[in-house]
């Protein structure tokens, strides 16, 4: 149980990190999202845009933080 706790760890900074990149990249805010949400149906995660426009506000403003 302890190395699934560590691997779901692992998994959550790579996605936030992955994440700050994104939102760091000198890129234009409609194509970010287009990018995050096309990364994300590689993955077998289907976002709505209002949806990819939430995750995109939270990883913000914990970033802000």
Do not use: H, W
Request: proline fraction near 2%.
């Amino acid at each position: 149980m302890k190395q699934l706790n560590l691997l779901y760890a692992f998994i959550g900074g790579a996605i936030l990190g992955a994440s700050a990149a994104l939102l760091f990249a000198p890129e234009s805010g409609k194509d970010l999202r287009t990018r995050i949400k096309e990364m994300l149906k590689k993955k077998g995660i289907d976002f709505s845009d209002d949806e990819v426009e939430q995750l995109v506000n939270q990883i913000s403003a914990q970033i802000e933080q």
